[in-house]
């Protein structure tokens, strides 16, 4: 089973968890949130599990929002006080690290169109860049797969070869890099590196954390990158404090590993001066509450909050409603294939016919990094 079945998750929200909440208002979502942490005061939520609670904090939230006759993206704008917007996407185009057996050290390459002017016009430009890459990879001899979130999977010989050939795609798609697409990245560099040293498997190379952080510097010099996801390790703060320093004024520097979904760690990397934005991931939160304070977190120190799926999903579509609902500018599902990435993307379009194109945000989500200061 290798840990993937949800028989388990099931009898713990029918034996534990639905009797523990019978009896509540269903628009009561913190204190429901608040008495499902509280079955389980093991520190990884591990008792009663991270996907049982989530499921149940998502349902209670579809419930509240049925029981107040809105669609969900509505009732969550409406309960958390926030203006609704369409969310600027990051697509991956390759997938590496974990995701893709390794075969490239960095786990995401992807796309962002913040040049569009509406949801369905980034569907449109990713879905050229995605093919146009698949074909260079082929030419080339350089396709192995798909990866796990739909990206393809590649046999390069270096990870800048992925940005090389990214780029390449993206001109052959008859776009010029850096003017309405950009290219961003989830280093996820906890997944190679220990105590500040990181290990390049694919090019049989050693770097220390000053040495990561120079060769990131250089793609930053050399690609148009617009964003960059856990370009340390989560052990690291040092180097991810030098990283912000040198780099927080012209990049989106996301935690993700490095702050886990937690408001807390939020606060504090505020406060340290690491990071400038949060990826959003509810089944990493545990519940919904914890998930939007994690949020409310990021809002109050201005960082960018990026709402995000995992590895290993479903065909559900809640985040996407979370993304539009709290106007939180950005959503990360995976790739442009797989039924449950493009559920997600599918369910924006559905919103945004409701919404209207103009509430998609554009640009603005990316304040402060080089794309918006040359526009
Ligand atoms: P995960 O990956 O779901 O495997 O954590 C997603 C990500 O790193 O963004
Ligand atoms: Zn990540």
């Given at each position: 089973?290798?840990g993937?079945?949800?028989?388990q998750?099931?009898?713990?929200?029918?034996?534990?968890?639905?009797p523990?909440?019978?009896?509540f208002?269903?628009?009561?979502?913190?204190d429901?949130?608040?008495?499902?942490?509280?079955?389980?005061?093991?520190p990884?939520?591990?008792?009663i599990?991270?996907?049982?609670?989530v499921?149940?904090s998502?349902a209670v939230?579809?419930?509240s929002?049925?029981d107040?006759?809105?669609?969900?993206?509505?009732h969550?704008?409406d309960?958390?006080d926030?203006?609704?917007s369409?969310p600027?996407p990051e697509?991956?185009?390759?997938?590496g690290?974990a995701?893709a057996?390794?075969?490239?050290?960095?786990?995401?390459?992807?796309?962002m169109?913040?040049?569009?002017?509406?949801?369905?016009?980034?569907?449109?430009?990713?879905?050229?860049?995605?093919?146009?890459?698949?074909d260079?990879?082929?030419k080339?001899?350089?396709l192995?797969?798909?990866?796990d979130?739909?990206?393809?999977?590649?046999?390069?010989?270096s990870n800048?070869e992925?940005?090389e050939?990214l780029v390449?795609?993206?001109?052959l798609?008859?776009?010029?890099p850096?003017v309405?697409?950009?290219?961003s990245?989830?280093?996820a560099a906890?997944?190679?590196?220990e105590?500040g040293?990181?290990?390049?498997a694919?090019?049989?190379?050693a770097?220390?954390?000053?040495?990561?952080?120079?060769?990131l510097?250089?793609?930053?010099d050399?690609y148009?990158?617009?964003?960059i996801?856990?370009?340390l390790?989560?052990?690291?703060?040092?180097?991810?404090?030098?990283?912000?320093?040198?780099?927080?004024?012209?990049?989106?520097?996301?935690?993700d590993?490095?702050?886990?979904?937690?408001a807390p760690?939020?606060?504090?990397?505020?406060?340290?001066?690491?990071?400038?934005a949060?990826l959003?991931?509810?089944?990493?939160a545990?519940?919904?509450?914890?998930?939007?304070?994690?949020?409310?977190?990021?809002?109050?120190?201005?960082?960018?909050?990026?709402?995000?799926?995992?590895?290993?999903e479903?065909?559900?579509?809640s985040i996407?409603?979370l993304?539009?609902?709290?106007?939180?500018?950005?959503?990360?599902?995976?790739?442009?294939?797989?039924?449950?990435?493009?559920?997600?993307?599918?369910?924006?379009?559905r919103?945004?016919?409701?919404?209207?194109?103009?509430?998609?945000?554009?640009?603005?989500p990316?304040a402060?990094?080089?794309w918006?200061?040359k526009?």
């Amino acid at each position: 089973m290798q840990g993937k079945n949800v028989t388990q998750a099931v009898s713990n929200v029918n034996e534990i968890i639905a009797p523990a909440l019978t009896g509540f208002d269903v628009q009561n979502q913190s204190d429901i949130d608040r008495a499902l942490l509280a079955l389980d005061d093991s520190p990884l939520k591990a008792t009663i599990g991270g996907n049982a609670t989530v499921a149940t904090s998502l349902a209670v939230l579809h419930a509240s929002a049925a029981d107040s006759k809105e669609p969900l993206w509505q009732h969550v704008a409406d309960k958390y006080d926030c203006t609704p917007s369409i969310p600027l996407p990051e697509i991956q185009i390759f997938g590496g690290g974990a995701h893709a057996g390794r075969r490239v050290d960095i786990q995401d390459f992807m796309i962002m169109v913040p040049g569009a002017s509406t949801f369905d016009e980034v569907m449109e430009v990713t879905n050229e860049v995605y093919f146009a890459a698949g074909d260079i990879m082929q030419k080339r001899g350089k396709l192995a797969g798909v990866a796990d979130e739909g990206g393809w999977w590649p046999s390069f010989n270096s990870n800048e070869e992925a940005l090389e050939t990214l780029v390449s795609a993206i001109e052959l798609a008859g776009e010029k890099p850096g003017v309405r697409v950009v290219i961003s990245l989830d280093i996820a560099a906890s997944e190679f590196g220990e105590n500040g040293q990181y290990r390049l498997a694919l090019e049989n190379r050693a770097l220390d954390s000053s040495g990561l952080v120079h060769m990131l510097g250089t793609w930053l010099d050399n690609y148009p990158i617009v964003s960059i996801e856990d370009p340390l390790g989560e052990d690291d703060p040092e180097g991810m404090l030098e990283f912000t320093r040198q780099f927080g004024d012209r990049v989106q520097i996301i935690g993700d590993d490095y702050l886990v979904t937690n408001a807390p760690l939020v606060e504090s990397a505020v406060a340290q001066g690491t990071c400038n934005a949060v990826l959003i991931k509810a089944n990493q939160a545990g519940t919904v509450t914890e998930a939007i304070s994690t949020f409310r977190a990021a809002q109050k120190a201005q960082w960018g909050a990026v709402v995000s799926a995992r590895s290993g999903e479903t065909e559900d579509v809640s985040i996407s409603h979370l993304a539009v609902g709290l106007g939180c500018g950005q959503l990360k599902v995976g790739s442009f294939t797989r039924s449950e990435r493009m559920a997600k993307w599918n369910e924006c379009l559905r919103i945004e016919e409701i919404l209207g194109r103009d509430a998609f945000v554009g640009g603005q989500p990316l304040a402060g990094t080089w794309w918006n200061q040359k526009t």
